[in-house]
């Protein structure tokens, strides 16, 4: 699959902040069985701590992430369900944390990369390297109606129509002006301190986690129900084949 045990790394910071950094690997990042369990390791770390009240999400190197794994879904039959199930309970369970999350997008976000981001409660990005897109009509990749009712609900309309109908690549500040992030800044090191920033000031809230995450299931119904339908599209036949 292409991934080393150290693709995810777990930080805690002061002030119950911790950061999950995606660093291993190829480099890409990509999205498939064994990252996706990582990450979801991480997860249950964090929430295992009483003192855990705001969560960042980043990378080292190129990628933030390239998306699913396509050469684990096209290995064998059954691989892309499989994978596209795992993944949609991953954006579920993002969408859904039982604290503040911030993606600190510091290199490409790409497809479903891109959606992983898009699930946080807010984003940020740096400006000098890097592009936040969904590129699935360029490479013959149908989407699910989960992952469609994710990215209109975090989007404003017409980001949303030129993203999935083009594939528009936005980088830092373009991104932040049609509304894919909330700010961006100069390059790696300032994003992420920012995102740092951020976090504390929404972790010293101490906000309630089981009112926090009853309130976003309340925001994000629709969506849930989208994501939890068990509707993958055409099958993978069509999917991955030239239209």
């Known amino acids: ?19 999950l950094k995606f660093d291993g690997g190829d480099g890409q990042h990509r999205l498939n069985p ?4 990582e990450i979801h390791s991480a997860l249950d770390k964090v929430e295992d701590d009483p003192k855990a009240a705001a969560l960042i999400t980043t990378n080292e190197g190129k990628f933030f992430s390239n998306g699913l794994d396509l050469g684990f879904a096209q290995s064998s039959p059954g691989n892309f369900k ?21 993606a600190a997008i510091c290199g490409h976000a790409a ?19 890097g592009y936040i897109f969904m590129n699935e009509v360029e490479i013959n990749l149908h989407m699910s109606p989960g992952m469609i009712s994710l990215i ?15 594939a528009h690549k936005y980088t830092g500040k373009p991104a932040e002006e049609a509304g894919f992030v909330y700010a961006s800044f100069p390059d790696a090191r300032s994003t992420q301190e920012e995102a740092i920033q951020k976090a504390t000031e929404l972790a010293k809230k101490k906000y309630n986690r089981s009112i926090y995450k009853a309130i976003k299931s309340e925001m994000f119904r629709v ?7 068990g509707d993958h599209g055409p099958p993978p036949g069509i999917i991955l084949s030239k239209i």
């Open 223 to 229: 969506e849930l129900r989208d994501l939890r339908s």
């Open 1 to 19: 699959m292409g991934t080393e045990e150290s693709f995810v790394k777990l930080e805690a910071l002061p002030h119950g902040v911790y950061v």
């Open 152 to 166: 209109r609900c975090k989007l404003p309309v017409a980001t949303f129509h030129k993203s999935l109908l083009s």
């Open 82 to 102: 499989y994978l596209v199930d795992l993944f949609l309970n991953l954006l579920d369970r993002f969408l859904c944390f039982p604290m503040p999350t911030i």
């Open 34 to 37: 064994t990252t996706i369990a």
């Open 111 to 129: 497809a479903g990369g891109c959606m992983l981001a898009l699930a946080h409660d807010y984003r940020v990005m740096r400006i000098d390297r």
